[in-house]
């Protein structure tokens, strides 16, 4: 049998704002998700930009929620409330684009 | 009647721009705290005019703003308002300004789920809050369009953004790219009806022309022309030709043409101030030295004169007015005269009304001197250029400006000429007459309002001295 692969570690930031329906479900989805994928290590940062509105400028948000993949390079962007996972798969480039 | 025009609501406070002429066709300026939509196609202006608005506001009114690019970063907004003497690094600096590319590629973004824009609303609210900004520029917001699939969600933040913007109390300015049956393409008119505003860049006969329309003012009464405007190195000004109304202040001051003998054709003390003056002639009669007579004797008393030369560079005009012993250098080396050279072909009618306003305004002369006037035809009909010399007229006349305009008599009967006399006050022909083998010059007032003029035809020389009036022809006595 091989060794088993280290498992590459993912660094994901989750924009939202405030307690909202949206940010909520993002958050819930977000976790739901990454426990359910097994091939990756997740550290998820959840960052409020109601209490903190100066960053929404400094990493460009515009859409809220917004999660951004900081690692592995390159950066990528997923906007919405994570309600669909095949987009998800997309957008983390865990799947190909059509 | 219905759509008559309404005097501007009582309480319709309004946020001056501080474009030249802007702000006075549309009676103080912007809806104070409410959007107002800009339009017109690539390279129309309407970044300029934005930016142009929020340093204004941050420099002479005491209003810091934020400009939201959603095209070009911070660093090229900068840039390309440099041209026009607007320092904004030093305005952010002072935090009298804040600049927010916001970057919007949907190549790059997946949607997965419900959205909406909450982020661009918390950076600007947050940009608002940081320097307690009174205006805001989104330029250009159709970006979004092409950045969000979902266009319910984008329509419904839109019309969101455009609430808030009003519950925020900022005065702003959203500019749009001209659409193809729409106002802008993507129909930003439906979310900003209190002003919306049109610039266009328009070429007739391969020469370029700025123009300015209010297509709407909700509750204010605007000029509904389209106005001229220009951008120049001082920023932008808008020329506003509203009313032709005959109500200028009449001055009963009179200023002297500066050549010994001639104030004294004239009712004994020369032209009246604020009054236009034509001076005809055929090639080499002497215009432009009667006209150097003048701003020399006025620069000379301190006042300022600004020489529009359509047909000579202002070097060749002070070498040719030294020949006749008038030096003009020592008004220029002073800042007393200033002359503004252009081919008249360099652009058209409109914009060279409007540049003439722009130093009028600016440079705020006693006396203007047009030379000639006559070039003009080349860049437009007999009834255009009739109408921007009586624009020009109306407009010196309004500031007190007294008028010299240098006219080439070619033809026996000018007509063209005719037709301007009537704009003009007072009319001096210069002749030059063949008798016994000789070239003699001679001065004639056809006409002058408001004095009881000489009826001499003076014979004249060029010399060292300039134009000196010699004796009157024996046959000019008597009427």
Not at chain 2, 16 to 32: A, H
Not at chain 2, 206 to 229: C, D, I, M
């Given at each position: 049998m091989d060794a088993q692969p280290v498992k590459e570690v993912w660094e994901l930031r989750l924009y939202v704002a405030g307690q909202t329906p949206k940010s909520l479900a993002a958050i819930a989805n977000l976790k739901a998700f990454c426990e359910s994928d097994g091939d990756h290590l997740y550290t998820i940062e959840v960052i409020d930009l109601m209490a903190n509105p100066g960053l929404a400028k400094r990493d460009d948000i515009v859409a809220i929620p917004t999660l951004v993949r900081n690692l592995p390079e390159p950066i990528r962007r997923i906007i919405g409330d994570l309600s669909k996972r095949d987009k998800i798969l997309i957008g983390l480039d865990i799947a190909p684009r059509q | 009647?219905?759509?008559?025009?309404?005097?501007?609501?009582?309480?319709?406070?309004?946020?001056?721009?501080?474009?030249?002429?802007?702000?006075?066709?549309?009676?103080?300026?912007?809806?104070?705290?409410?959007?107002?939509?800009?339009?017109?196609?690539?390279?129309?202006?309407?970044?300029?005019?934005?930016?142009?608005?929020?340093?204004?506001?941050?420099?002479?009114?005491?209003?810091?703003?934020?400009?939201?690019?959603?095209?070009?970063?911070?660093?090229?907004?900068?840039k390309n308002v440099a041209s026009l003497g607007f320092d904004l690094p030093a305005l952010v600096a002072a935090g009298k300004l804040a600049l927010d590319h916001v970057r919007v590629e949907r190549g790059e973004i997946e949607e997965a789920g419900d959205y909406d824009l909450e982020g661009l609303f918390l950076r600007l609210g947050h940009a608002i809050q940081t320097i307690g900004a009174k205006r805001v520029v989104l330029d250009t917001i159709e970006t979004l369009f092409g950045g969000f699939t979902n266009m319910a969600v984008l329509r419904g933040e839109l019309r969101r953004l455009f609430r808030w913007l009003k519950d925020q109390g900022v005065t702003a300015i959203v500019t749009g790219e001209h659409g193809e049956r729409m106002l802008t393409r993507h129909g930003l008119e439906e979310y900003v009806s209190d002003c919306v505003v049109v610039l266009e860049h328009r070429v007739v006969a391969?020469?370029?022309?700025?123009?300015?329309?209010?297509?709407?003012?909700?509750?204010?009464?605007?000029?509904?022309?389209?106005?001229?405007?220009?951008?120049?190195?001082?920023?932008?000004?808008?020329?506003?030709v509203t009313s032709l109304r005959l109500d200028h202040e009449v001055s009963v001051e009179r200023v002297t043409a500066g050549i010994p003998g001639l104030d004294g054709m004239l009712g004994g003390l020369g032209f009246f101030?604020?009054?236009?003056?034509?001076?005809?002639?055929?090639?080499?009669?002497?215009?432009?030295?009667?006209?150097?007579?003048?701003?020399?004797?006025?620069?000379?008393?301190?006042?300022?004169?600004?020489?529009?030369?359509?047909?000579?560079?202002?070097?060749?005009?002070?070498?040719?007015?030294?020949?006749?012993?008038?030096?003009?250098?020592?008004?220029?080396?002073?800042?007393?005269?200033?002359?503004?050279?252009?081919?008249?072909?360099l652009w058209g009618l409109e914009s060279h009304l409007a540049r003439m306003y722009d130093i009028i305004e600016r440079f705020r002369p006693s006396i203007v001197v047009v030379d000639p006037i006559y070039t003009l035809a080349a860049v437009g009909t007999s009834s255009e250029v009739h109408s921007m010399l009586l624009r020009f007229v109306d407009l010196l006349k309004s500031r007190g400006v007294t008028g010299l305009f240098v006219s080439l008599e070619s033809g026996n009967i000018d007509v063209e000429l005719a037709s301007i006399s009537s704009l003009m006050d007072t009319w001096i022909q210069l002749r030059l007459l063949e008798e016994n083998g000789v070239r003699n010059r001679s001065l004639f007032v056809l006409k002058s309002r408001g004095m009881a003029h000489s009826n001499a035809v003076r014979p004249f020389t060029l010399g060292p001295g300039g134009i000196q009036l010699g004796e009157e022809h024996a046959m000019a006595e008597g009427s």
């Open positions: - | 009647m219905s759509f008559a025009s309404v005097p501007d609501r009582a309480g319709l406070a309004k946020c001056p721009t501080g474009v030249l002429g802007f702000d006075q066709i549309t009676e103080g300026g912007l809806p104070q705290g409410r959007p107002t939509l800009i339009c017109g196609g690539a390279g129309c202006g309407k970044s300029l005019f934005a930016a142009t608005f929020l340093v204004n506001g941050a420099i002479l009114y005491d209003e810091p703003g934020v400009f939201v690019s959603f095209e070009e970063t911070e660093d090229d907004i900068a391969q020469v370029a022309t700025r123009r300015l329309r209010v297509l709407k003012y909700r509750g204010s009464v605007h000029g509904t022309n389209e106005y001229p405007f220009l951008i120049d190195e001082h920023g932008m000004s808008v020329l506003p101030r604020g009054s236009s003056v034509l001076v005809s002639g055929t090639s080499g009669s002497g215009k432009s030295t009667l006209a150097a007579h003048l701003v020399h004797s006025a620069c000379g008393r301190g006042e300022r004169c600004a020489y529009f030369a359509f047909e000579e560079s202002p070097g060749q005009i002070v070498r040719n007015m030294r020949s006749v012993g008038i030096d003009l250098q020592p008004w220029r080396d002073a800042g007393t005269l200033r002359f503004v050279a252009a081919r008249p072909t």
